[in-house]
């Protein structure tokens, strides 16, 4: 049976797994809801939407920085609910990332998990993105890694391509050092397996249990899982009783 410490490092999808992106989109999209008078439009009718209309754009224009693709999605989303939105408004929406809030176990688990591995990230978002939200992360990351960078969006099999070339050349890192680490089975878990990863799930949202897909777009088969976990606080429990 694999155990989490032969692995040499963890690589992060950022947004659902460390940073609560669901309670930023939802906070994010009050100010539209609160200008159309709309008690419609709940949290999870409001991620479902999301998640459609974010993977679209993201297919569409795999080169479109982070911030332009929320501007877009929050425009999308204004059209397909018959919302009245504006330039400010959509500016702002595309603006919030720097504003949604860690996950409170996040800090201290990647400060624990530190001491143990390397730490990658690989993520959906703009490299200003992603620094906005490091500060809240608690730790220096060994490599960082974009959607800017790599000019496409997960779950493209480039950003895959564009991590394992980049933590061989930087790092010297092989494929069999790595566990990928992340909340979404659509756009990490599913391309990281077809690319041979080793893989942790953490299921933030309980969709195993749930079945609620929240913001991630839906996928029809669930990938082979590796490691399952509910939170970061409890990979790290496990990966601190390995060493006793």
């Known amino acids: 049976m694999a155990r989490l410490s032969g692995y040499k490092v963890l690589t992060f999808d950022c947004y659902g797994t ?19 008078n709309c008690a ?13 209309l974010e993977s679209q754009q993201e297919a569409d224009a795999p080169t479109m920085v ?14 397909q609910f018959g919302l009245q939105t504006s330039g400010i ?8 990332l720097p504003h949604w ?34 500060r809240k992360l608690g730790v220096e990351f060994d490599a960082v890694y974009t959607a800017q960078d790599a000019g496409s969006y997960k779950p493209s099999p480039a950003n895959f391509d564009y991590l394992l ?5 930087d790092l010297g890192l092989q494929k069999s ?38 913001a991630t777009a839906v996928i029809d088969t669930l990938p082979p899982i590796d490691f399952h976990f509910f939170s970061m606080g409890e990979m790290a429990q496990a990966v601190a009783q390995e060493s006793r």
């Open 89 to 96: 408004l959509d500016a702002a929406f595309g603006n919030s």
């Open 40 to 52: 419609e439009i709940t949290r999870e009718k409001a991620l479902v939407a999301f998640a459609g």
């Open 165 to 169: 070339s980049h933590l061989a050349a």
């Open 177 to 214: 050092d790595i566990l990928h680490t992340a909340q979404s089975l659509f756009h990490d878990h599913v391309p990281a397996k077809r690319v041979g990863l080793a893989n942790a799930w953490i299921d933030r949202q309980r969709l195993s249990e749930s079945g609620k897909w929240g």
């Open 101 to 134: 809030p860690a996950f409170s176990d996040t800090a201290d688990a990647l400060r624990f998990l530190k001491t143990r591995f390397k730490l990658v990230i690989l993520s959906n978002v703009s490299r200003a993105g992603f620094a906005a939200s490091n």
């Open 18 to 36: 460390l940073i609560d992106w669901e309670s930023g989109i939802w906070d994010a999209f009050q100010p539209l809801l609160m200008a159309n």
């Open 66 to 79: 982070y911030e332009d693709v929320l501007q877009q999605v929050h425009r999308q989303f204004a059209a």
